[in-house]
């Protein structure tokens, strides 16, 4: 911002103008919206990978650079999204012109994503204005299969029984394209399946292979 003040020789600053001058940056990243993705558990991603697009504005030459930043809580070990297949990117846009970057996932990391909602930022620093640009990416790993129903089963009964009711059935589906084999095991925590099966609740059957989109 600035003021201009004028003079006609006999009164000194008589007249005055205010002069504004933005200064925009000269990169965009479209679209401005999150890139979505989905998989399931060891799977292909859907989609498979994102565009995005650089606009330059100037009508000078712009040098840019882009890296990833983890966005998860907790953060995940490895880096799991790619620019144009690498870690980072860099280049030029020529005046006034357009390139795209291609978003996609590294299928060696996130094929070992458990179940979970992770996020990452992708930033593009102008070289030239020292300024940052973001475009975030959402993914969310879920499970092949869908047990219901998913509330707590309940049985009771006096010390020695009967325990009512003498039986309860869930569902069991797939909800992938391809076959998966199941298994089922009664403990008493996650953390104590293996060292402490629970022996008096009986699951049948308790394993088989599920059909594509199938269910028990």
Known sequence: ???????????????????????????????????????????????????????????????????????????????????????????????????????AMDATVVSDLPVGEYAARLRVHDDCTGSDLEHTVQLSVLSPFQVSPQIEQEFAGAVGGPFLPTSRSIGLSNRTAAPLPWSVTACSSREACAAEPVDWIDVVPNAGTLASLGSI
């Open 1 to 103: 911002f600035a003021l201009i003040l004028f003079s006609d020789g006999v009164e000194p600053l008589s007249n005055e103008r205010a002069v504004r001058w933005n200064v925009v940056e000269p990169i965009s990243v479209s679209p401005l919206t999150s890139s979505v993705f989905q998989m399931f558990v060891g799977r292909d991603p859907t989609p498979t990978s994102r565009e995005v697009q650089l606009t330059s504005a100037s009508d000078a030459a712009v040098s840019w650079s882009a890296a990833w930043s983890d966005e998860s809580t907790p953060p995940t070990s490895a880096a799991w999204m790619t620019i144009d297949g690498l870690a980072s990117a860099a280049g030029e846009l020529a005046s006034n012109a357009t390139d795209s970057l291609t978003l």
